[in-house]
């Protein structure tokens, strides 16, 4: 069994964002996780300005061929590539962190529009977008408020433009049904509101609420191996 982890939007190197729950989960179990490096965020060998969602499913599916068993986690946009990479054998689990279970035909886009107060972000011209507006300041602030300055300071240096194709592309799988899943409502979250996370909760097997903001692997990554522990049992 492996953990695999695919992270959010506009940033990259999932295996920094995992890496304090990665440490805990080997320690407490013996599972070793592994991140997917997602081209639409400018990683791995398809990256391309021009990657979105179909490239960023491929490189998933791509890892889980390559694994006998998965538990599979997925943080905000990282569940609308789980969605897009459709059902595979290798997935045993499925967990959710402040995440979307989108339906067929659903873009991130069309998923974020009914966000009351959404992440601004601009195009930058080359087929990419970006946030825009914040600084490490004003970013730490929204997504990383319960983390100490130094985290928020190295999220910081791992944000990223993606390609515009990651929000506009509708999926054409939903990889989520059928299999069992725990979703992570992050009820101190800053950035996905709690009542678009409820909504998508509302999907899974079931879903557990921790007093967090929207990256507790970072700020609370005991709470996050815990619930990961129960799947493994």
Sequence with gaps: MELVF??????????WWWHRAA????????????????PSCGEGPDAAPSAGLVEDARALRRVLDDVDEAVV?????GGTVV????????VRHLAFVSSYLPELGDSQGAVMSGETDPVAVADAGDGTLGVSGY????????????ADDATRAEAWRRVTRQGVG?????????????????????????????????????KATRSVDLPTGHHPFLSRPDLVVDQVEA???
């Design 23 to 38: 440490a805990l989960l080997l320690d407490r179990t013996g599972v070793r996780s592994r991140a997917v490096a997602l």
């Design 83 to 90: 969605a897009e990479a459709g059902a595979h054998p290798a």
């Design 73 to 77: 986690v997925g943080h905000s946009y």
């Design 166 to 202: 990651a929000f506009v592309t509708p999926t054409s799988a939903v990889g989520w049904q059928g299999v069992d899943s725990t979703y992570l409502v992050c009820t101190d979250d800053r950035s996905t509101s709690v009542g678009l996370q409820r909504h998508h909760a509302a």
């Design 6 to 15: 695919v992270h959010g939007a506009l940033v990259r190197d999932g295996d």
């Design 135 to 146: 600084d490490e300041s004003s970013f730490g602030r929204r997504f990383l408020h319960d």
């Design 231 to 233: 799947l493994l049992a």
